[in-house]
């Protein structure tokens, strides 16, 4: 009986290398995803092997195929089995990273649900996971082999919801492409559910540099109902039947909203194309969330909304790290202050010519002093990263610290311009 095949190895880097791949001769037009499990603690971890679909929609570019931002704690690689050619790869962050990070991640063990996407290749290929150690530099760690004629990969959909196109500009491989979710939306609610959406990509396209670049955009929604209006909060003891099963006090952070049923966002999300995945929450209870290349979620109805709609996806679609460090969070020491943070808008001065340093008036000192005479200068101003000292953000202030609708800085504009371009032709 044919199985799937499977290896978990732990072996050091082969030397990379790449040149320009021609998508036909190693894809076809369609979807693979990995599902995997990630389990340990703070001092290890590994993962294993879940399942593997075939997605009928390949939204991404099919001439940017390597990833160059090698932002992310996480990264994969797709390479030919035979050959070993570099065909695809992309950096991404999760949940259970931030986990890590905790308290509780180094009393108990926990196993967490995720997965990768990526062109459906034509021949077995090899995928390279990737961690990042205690430098910030990715090592090896993991692999899986996967033969895409193996006939225990699944294709069949578990989910017939409706979908909707929002904003349509082009061909889908030329274009980022948006999905929606819904999250807590009855059966009755999914009108107010498009409403909402509406209301939010409306205000994505007045926040510069999102505004010049509407026509780059693909916008999609996925009408799934939940079987109750609302969200879990845990801590007022309010549980919801919903689809996507997200809730408060993730990680113990009370307005951290997000689930960890990955493989129904992940189900959802494969109904329409889509590069970027967008959760949007029924609810007035302020909170939200976005991790890099994972997803983000926001609260529909809360005064600041739209505040947390465009900050969340700075994080998950740019890959913008949090500029605020007095405000109350369940992470300990989350960055190593004695290398230089992986997000664009970070630094420790560790390797600081990476970062924006070319973006600094000669007259600017380094560090820059917060004061009123520096205010609309790109510097380097200490307090960033959820640590008030040596971790450092460009801006005095900045949609990524403040609760300020359009007021990323210049150094996360041009990060999600770069973003913008890499995702769109």
């Known amino acids: 009986m044919k199985k799937l095949a499977l290896y978990i190895l732990f072996f050091a880097s082969n030397n990379l290398f790449s040149q320009e791949i021609k998508f036909d001769d190693y894809f076809y037009d369609k979807t693979m995803r990995i599902d995997y ?55 991404y962050s999760t949940l259970f990273f931030e986990w890590l990070t905790t308290d509780e991640a180094k009393k108990i063990k926990r ?8 062109p459906y290749p034509k021949k077995t290929v090899n995928v390279e996971f990737y961690v990042r150690n205690d430098k910030n530099e990715f090592e090896k760690k993991y692999n899986f082999y996967v033969n895409p004629r193996d006939y225990f990969i699944k294709k069949d959909k578990k989910y017939k919801f409706k979908t909707k196109d929002v904003l349509i500009n082009g061909s889908i491989d ?18 107010k559910f498009l409403k909402d959406v509406d209301k939010f990509v409306n205000s994505l396209f007045s926040v510069d540099p999102y505004k010049h670049n509407k026509s780059k955009f693909n916008i999609r929604a996925v009408l799934a109902p939940s079987s109750e209006s609302g969200v879990d909060i845990p801590g007022q003891d309010v549980w919801k039947n919903t689809i996507l099963n997200a809730s408060f006090y993730t990680l113990n952070s009370e307005r951290y909203l997000m689930t960890k049923d990955y493989k129904t966002v992940r189900d959802l999300a494969s109904l329409v194309p889509y590069d970027h995945i967008y959760i949007l929450v029924n609810t007035t209870k302020y909170g939200g969330g976005g ?9 529909s109805d809360n005064p600041r909304s739209e505040y947390i709609f465009a900050h969340e996806f700075g994080h998950s679609f740019a890959g ?16 190593n202050l004695e290398a230089e943070p992986w997000e664009p808008n970070l630094t420790t001065l560790k390797n600081f010519e990476i970062k924006w340093k070319n973006m600094i008036d000669s007259l600017t000192p380094i560090p820059t002093p917060s004061l009123p005479e520096f205010k609309g200068k790109v510097g ?45 032709e």
């Not at 929606?180 to 009108?191: N, T």
């Open 37 to 91: 499990f990630h389990s340990g603690n703070y001092y290890e971890q590994f993962l294993t092997l879940d399942e593997v679909y075939e997605e009928p929609f390949y939204a991404g570019s099919k001439t940017k195929l390597i990833d160059k931002f090698e932002y992310g704690e996480y990264k994969f690689e797709v390479r030919d089995s035979s050959t070993n050619l570099l065909l695809y790869s992309r950096g």
């Open 111 to 118: 196993t967490f649900s995720e997965s990768i996407v990526f």
């Open 174 to 191: 030329k274009k980022i492409d948006l999905v929606f979710l819904p999250e807590g939306y009855s059966e009755k609610e999914l009108k």
């Open 291 to 299: 991790i890099y290349n994972y997803y983000a979620t926001c609260a």
């Open 320 to 335: 913008l790290g949090d500029e605020y460090y007095d405000s109350q969070v369940s992470y300990e020491s989350f960055y």
């Open 380 to 424: 380097v101003y200490e307090g960033g990263g959820y640590s008030a000292k040596g971790i450092y953000r460009p801006f005095i202030d900045c949609s990524m610290k403040s609760a300020t609708v359009d007021n990323f800085c210049p150094v996360c504009k041009l990060s999600i311009q770069k973003m913008i371009d890499f995702y769109s």
